[in-house]
């Protein structure tokens, strides 16, 4: 685990310090912010006991203080670098008892580095790259009269990632199929990610993005073996610089 950890690490740190001399050595980056309309989904078991719970994104947005994703691509040739970031600030107030509220900070970080098959002349192509994802879900919980506790949860794993892109000319020489597929271990017993995209190119610099993604967790967290899944909606706006 440890080792799968470590060469997660050094594949962000390959990608940082490639796109430190992107323009001196021919690199090209894309840029996509975008929204992600999350949902979660999961199980806890601790013993013989499983509780499941759940909250859709319309149980989630009044709760939302911030939050957005940015997706980056570079490539060279067949060498290509992918990050991915998502974060979101919620906050709760309760009632029962004495009342209170609970805050929370959740991240997840992407960070691959890989080669790339095909893609000559804007055709098909394969990316296959290896990396590390990175979650941390930081709570602090307050009552009020009582006082405040915190908890936060650091995740961080070995990934393997493949990316894939496909023009659909036979509906239109400007849209794309795109997908994105990970697995991975480390903090977690098992985490995987689907991605699969459409994207439409306005022009020589700006595309349009909608796809849906899920990222699924298994781990332990004390007694408790955790089973929970993010997924939902997203749409973004590619930038080619």
Not at 47 to 56: K, L, P, Q, T, Y
Not at 121 to 144: H, I, K, M, Q
Not at 180 to 187: H, L, N
Request: some cysteine; overall charge negative.
């Amino acid at each position: 685990m440890r080792m799968a950890r470590g060469i997660g690490l050094a594949a962000i740190i390959m990608c940082m310090a490639t796109w430190a001399g992107a323009a001196e050595d021919g690199w090209h980056l894309q840029l996509t912010p975008y929204m992600w309309f999350v949902n979660i989904d999961g199980t806890v078991s601790v013993g013989d006991r499983e509780a499941d719970f759940s909250a859709d994104f319309s149980d989630l947005v009044d709760k939302v203080d911030l939050g957005g994703g940015l997706m980056a691509v570079g490539a060279c040739n067949h060498w290509v670098c992918f990050v991915q970031g998502d974060y979101f600030e919620l906050s709760q107030d309760f009632d029962q008892g004495p009342g209170g509220d609970l805050e929370s900070d959740i991240l997840y970080v992407d960070g691959a580095f890989g080669y790339r098959f095909g893609g000559s002349a804007g055709g098909a192509s394969v990316d296959v790259l290896g990396g590390a994802r990175y979650f941390r879900n930081e709570n602090e919980v307050t009552v009020r009269g009582v006082g405040s506790a915190d908890d936060t949860s650091d995740l961080l794993d070995g990934i393997l990632m493949l990316r894939a892109s496909h023009p659909l000319a036979f509906l239109s020489e400007k849209l794309r199929f795109e997908g994105t597929a990970s697995i991975g271990a480390g903090d977690s017993d098992l985490v995987w990610e689907l991605q699969p995209e459409l994207t439409y190119q306005f022009n020589d610099r700006f595309a349009g993005r909608a796809g849906y993604r899920r990222i699924e967790y298994e781990f332990e967290d004390g007694a408790a073996d955790v089973d929970v899944g993010y997924q939902g909606f997203l749409v973004g706006l590619d930038v080619k610089l």
